[in-house]
């Protein structure tokens, strides 16, 4: 399984790439706001960090504009992923767009049936939102997972992209029915490494190492 980290925060991206774990970024125009920055300096700062896929979001919502975006945000560096709205006009682009070589990552997704539109549109990535979905009394999983038989009946090649994760068991999930890539909050990333019994155990290894007297560097 891929991570992604889904933010526009440099010191936060720089960090967990650092761990040599991170595949790519995702942002969208809410995390671009956040940030205060600008959207193509951050975007191409963040492009400098990884090498993998760096999701920039269009904002238009006809097909003609989005085009014209998209245009824009692909010069800027080669791993630059388009980022399209799950719309008619959405997908129009993500079909010229891929057809060119360009990757896109097609957003907002809530349906299975949207994702199958998606594949063959030629999506590189299909985005569906577990959390939001979670949040409006459906299940996520159950979306990802018929994705993942729906993509495997016809050998789509449209990778899954679990989206809108709070939480390690959303990681954890997405991971056991086979999603390609989690893009996460930096915290969801963090929370990753944590076990209370790791830290348990850290501690009691080095009480009992303190008491033999022994360092390992001289
Ligand atoms: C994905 O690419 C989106 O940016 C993101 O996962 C949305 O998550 P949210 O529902 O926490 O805003």
Redesign the pocket.
């Known amino acids: 399984m891929k991570f992604f980290v ?1 933010t526009a925060e440099i010191a936060d991206i720089k960090d967990l790439a650092a761990t040599g774990l991170l595949d790519g970024v ?3 125009p ?2 671009i706001a956040k940030s205060g920055r600008d959207f193509m300096e951050v975007t191409k700062e963040i492009c400098g960090i990884v090498d993998g896929p760096v ?1 920039a979001e269009v904002v238009a919502l006809d097909h003609a504009t989005m085009m014209k975006e998209a245009d824009v945000l692909r010069r800027i560096a080669d791993n630059v992923c388009i ?1 399209v709205p799950l719309t008619i006009d959405g997908l129009k682009t993500c079909k010229a767009l891929t057809g060119d070589g360009t990757m896109v ?1 097609v ?1 907002l997704c809530f349906s299975a049936n949207q994702a199958l539109l998606a594949a063959k549109a030629g999506a590189t990535f299909i ?1 569906p ?1 577990i ?2 979905h979670d949040d409006n009394g459906f299940d996520g999983m159950d979306l990802i997972r018929d994705i993942r038989l729906i993509y495997d009946n016809y050998a789509f090649e449209t990778q899954i ?1 679990a ?4 939480h390690p068991v959303h990681v954890l999930e997405s991971a056991r029915i086979g999603a390609d890539v989690a ?1 996460m ?1 930096p915290a969801v990333i963090r929370g990753l490494f944590k076990h209370v019994l790791t830290d348990k155990g850290i501690e009691g290894f080095l009480a009992d190492w303190a008491r033999t007297g022994q360092t390992i560097l001289k």
Request: aromatic share 4%.
């Open positions: 889904d995702t942002t969208n809410s995390l999701s980022k990552n957003t985005s939102f959390g939001r992209l989206a809108s994760i709070r893009t909050p």
